[in-house]
């Protein structure tokens, strides 16, 4: 890696972590995630099989970067990020993916802007442990809205967030509302440590 991708990399940690301080709610987590978290959440939302592919949370780009190599050709995908500033780093960095600043829960309303009704696979890096039981339950709404039948939905759960009340709320959830959810091993090579767990519409 070449001294300016050095530079690109510790600039996006260092944002990453002043994002997380600024919006501890929004970013969830302290640096972005690694590139093995990544292709397990991928491969776990079935990406490489998939029409039409949604991300929840684009942050800085890390599981984008994955999720986009693994796309089949001609895929439809979009991104998802709500906030400015990781937004713009996205686009600087990968400016042939469409990144969209807007909120997971209006994602019906983008598939329809791109001529979809449904999406196959939807891979979230949102931090869902952080989330109030009415945001969480709107989001899930969306997703379900979002899906055709026996689509995929990904995401992944800090090993620290698993035990709180919130992280426990939304695994019922999960499967309360997919007629299929499982669960990974843990990811050790991830800081932190993470889960990805998943559910088949």
């Known amino acids: 890696m ?14 990453f972590f ?5 919006h501890p709610k929004e970013v969830g987590a302290f640096a972005a995630s690694s590139r093995y978290l990544a292709a397990a959440v991928t491969q ?3 990406v490489p099989d998939a029409d039409v592919v949604v991300e929840f949370g684009a942050g800085t780009g890390t599981i984008t970067q994955v999720l986009c190599t693994r796309l089949q050709a ?3 995908f979009f991104s998802l990020e709500i906030n400015p500033d990781f937004v713009e780093v996205c686009r600087k960095s990968m400016p042939g993916v469409e990144i969209i600043q807007g909120s997971a829960e209006d994602t019906p309303k983008y598939l329809r802007d791109h001529g979809k009704d449904f999406c196959d696979s939807i891979v979230s890096g949102l931090p869902w442990a952080a989330f109030d039981e009415e945001l969480q339950d709107r989001l899930l709404d969306a997703t379900l809205s979002a899906l055709r039948p026996g689509g995929k939905f990904a995401t ?3 090993l620290s967030s698993m035990a709180l009340p919130a992280g426990r709320r939304f ?4 499967a309360g509302r997919f007629s299929i959810v499982g669960k990974s091993r843990v990811c050790w090579k991830n800081l932190p440590p993470a889960i990805v767990l998943w559910g088949e519409k």
């Open 2 to 15: 070449g001294s300016s991708a050095n530079g690109r990399v510790r600039r996006n940690a260092w944002g």
């Open 18 to 22: 002043k994002q997380f301080v600024a």
């Open 44 to 46: 776990a939302a079935g």
């Open 74 to 76: 001609g895929a439809t």
């Open 156 to 158: 992944y759960m800090y």
């Open 171 to 174: 695994r019922h959830k999960l």
